[in-house]
């Protein structure tokens, strides 16, 4: 990701390639990162395949607490936050519902 953006790439095209939101990657670049989490797992979520884990991980989060049982965004914010996923992935009540209705959509639509 830093590589990418080193040889003159945008930060949004680097998102784009990346899936997640030029927002989230400006967050990941200016964060120093969280003294808990091992620096393999750092390594792992900035790789391409991470970022897809990352992604089937609050997808799943999604489906099984907001679909499954019921219960809202907030609750799947409060899971990305007590997981320590939160250090990866935004969990702010706005970006987390952007991908809820896209979900939803998705399901139902």
């Known amino acids: 990701m830093r ?3 080193a040889q003159g790439q945008s930060e949004r095209s680097v998102g784009e390639e990346l899936g997640i939101a ?3 990657l400006q967050d990941w670049l ?3 990162p969280a003294a808990e989490v091992p620096a393999a ?3 792992f979520y900035a790789s391409e395949e991470g970022v897809a884990w990352l992604h089937r991980q609050v997808l799943a989060a999604h ?3 907001t679909l499954l049982a019921g219960a809202g965004i ?3 914010c409060t ?3 007590l997981s320590g996923l939160s250090a990866f992935a935004a969990r702010s009540y706005g970006s987390q519902h952007k991908l809820n209705a ?5 399901v139902v639509g």
């Open 3 to 5: 590589d990418r953006l």
């Open 22 to 24: 030029r927002s989230t």
């Open 30 to 32: 200016g964060q120093a």
């Open 41 to 43: 797992l750092q390594q």
């Open 63 to 65: 489906l099984v607490i």
């Open 74 to 76: 907030r609750q799947v």
């Open 79 to 81: 899971f990305l936050e």
């Open 102 to 106: 896209a979900l939803e959509e998705a």
